[in-house]
C-alpha cells in the first residue's frame, strides 16, 4: 500500500446501468483484482487522458471550492 496520506473518497455516484453492463464490471473488477468502483475510477481517468482532459486540473478545482 502507498506510503502518504490516504484517499477519502467523499462523492457518491449511482447509476443505472443494464445487468449484462454489471455483470460485465463484476467480471472485469475481479479479474484485475480491483473492486468495482477502483474499476470504474480507472477506466474514467484512462478515458480522460485519452481525449486530452487534465484531471489533476480538476482536482485542484473542486479542493479550492
Same mark, same amino acid.
Given at each position: 500500500m502507498p506510503l502518504? $496520506?490516504? $484517499? +477519502?473518497?467523499?462523492? =457518491?455516484?449511482?447509476? &443505472? %446501468?443494464?445487468?449484462? =453492463? $454489471? *455483470? #460485465? #464490471?463484476?467480471? #472485469? #473488477?475481479?479479474?484485475?483484482? &480491483?473492486? %468495482?468502483? *477502483? +474499476?470504474i475510477e480507472v477506466l474514467v481517468l484512462e478515458y480522460c487522458e485519452k481525449i486530452g482532459i487534465d484531471t489533476a486540473e480538476i482536482t485542484q478545482l473542486e479542493t479550492r471550492k
Open positions: 502518504g $496520506k490516504p $484517499k +477519502l473518497k467523499t462523492a =457518491i455516484m449511482n447509476l &443505472r %446501468v443494464e445487468p449484462r =453492463i $454489471k *455483470s #460485465a #464490471a463484476e467480471k #472485469a #473488477a475481479k479479474k484485475a483484482h &480491483r473492486s %468495482v468502483t *477502483s +474499476l
